[in-house]
């Protein structure tokens, strides 16, 4: 009787335990929803301190929730142990930027007058990039969502399941995505299906990218691993754009 209340209780609490993940699972993506909208659809204000709010939020819910440093990827040895890789996914990236700019066909996706001044463009790559942008999103989605979703799915499941919704956060910024990008409009147009087939592009492109920092995140342990790929891919990508509107002027 004692081996089967034990067996009992451990279902139960089993159970509990798996709930207790789904209902955090689901209250990160209705905050990422929120947020999201807030960003994009109200004022400019909100669309700088709404996502890193958002971050803190879920930060503090996944420790209410039970979630601890280890879950998030962010005790002491995990970053040390994710260093290494940091570094390798900043030097792979920034290769595979570089070479494209050095290519001519491939520098018309880098023009667009967003970053025209190369100081705007240092800015962007060493202030409002990694604060508002890398390290929000990379707490919010490898952080604490896949953190919660790796207690309730499979590890497959649980990384694609934040991929896609990691490019399904990209719809809204993707709006008018062709129309801002001199590459693209040349290829696709200016029109509804440029827009369209933007929209689309970036989606894809994202969740493939939230598909390599999900498995950077398992493989090395640490979130310091996607945080730093996320951040040189979007970091490069406006030093490039930089560079590139001063090559072709």
């Given at each position: 009787?004692?081996?089967?209340?034990?067996?009992?209780?451990?279902?139960?609490?089993a159970?509990?335990e798996?709930?207790?993940?789904?209902a955090?699972?689901?209250?990160?993506?209705?905050?990422?929803?929120?947020?999201?909208?807030?960003?994009?659809?109200?004022?400019s204000?909100?669309?700088?301190?709404?996502?890193?709010?958002?971050?803190?939020?879920?930060?503090?819910g996944?420790?209410?929730?039970?979630?601890?440093?280890?879950?998030?990827?962010?005790?002491?040895?995990q970053?040390?142990?994710?260093?290494p890789?940091?570094?390798a996914?900043?030097?792979?990236?920034?290769?595979?930027?570089?070479?494209a700019?050095?290519?001519?066909?491939?520098?018309?996706?880098f023009v667009?007058?967003?970053?025209?001044?190369?100081?705007?463009?240092?800015?962007?790559?060493?202030?409002t990039?990694?604060?508002v942008?890398?390290?929000?999103?990379?707490?919010?989605?490898?952080?604490?969502?896949?953190g919660?979703?790796?207690?309730?799915?499979?590890?497959t499941?649980?990384?694609v399941?934040?991929?896609l919704?990691?490019g399904?956060?990209h719809?809204?910024?993707s709006?008018g995505?062709?129309?801002g990008?001199?590459?693209?409009s040349?290829?696709?147009?200016?029109?509804?299906?440029?827009?369209?087939?933007?929209?689309?592009?970036?989606v894809?492109?994202?969740?493939?990218?939230g598909?390599?920092?999900?498995?950077?995140?398992?493989?090395?342990?640490?979130?310091?691993?996607?945080?730093?790929?996320?951040?040189?891919?979007?970091?490069?990508g406006?030093?490039?754009?930089?560079?590139?509107?001063?090559?072709?002027?």
């Amino acid at each position: 009787m004692s081996d089967l209340g034990a067996r009992i209780s451990h279902a139960v609490h089993a159970f509990a335990e798996h709930r207790r993940g789904l209902a955090l699972v689901i209250a990160v993506v209705a905050t990422l929803i929120a947020a999201n909208l807030l960003a994009h659809f109200t004022s400019s204000l909100a669309a700088v301190i709404v996502v890193p709010i958002a971050a803190a939020l879920l930060l503090v819910g996944g420790a209410l929730a039970g979630l601890n440093w280890y879950d998030l990827g962010l005790t002491p040895r995990q970053l040390r142990v994710g260093a290494p890789w940091a570094a390798a996914a900043i030097a792979v990236v920034a290769v595979i930027v570089g070479v494209a700019v050095a290519i001519p066909w491939f520098r018309q996706f880098f023009v667009t007058d967003r970053y025209s001044s190369p100081s705007d463009a240092l800015f962007a790559a060493f202030v409002t990039i990694p604060l508002v942008t890398v390290l929000p999103e990379e707490i919010a989605f490898r952080g604490v969502l896949q953190g919660a979703a790796l207690k309730v799915f499979p590890r497959t499941i649980g990384i694609v399941f934040g991929a896609l919704l990691f490019g399904l956060w990209h719809i809204a910024s993707s709006l008018g995505l062709t129309g801002g990008n001199k590459g693209l409009s040349g290829i696709l147009g200016a029109g509804t299906f440029g827009q369209i087939a933007g929209i689309v592009g970036a989606v894809v492109s994202t969740t493939a990218a939230g598909l390599v920092f999900g498995w950077l995140r398992y493989r090395s342990s640490s979130l310091l691993a996607p945080i730093a790929a996320h951040w040189a891919l979007n970091a490069t990508g406006a030093l490039a754009a930089a560079a590139v509107f001063h090559l072709s002027n």
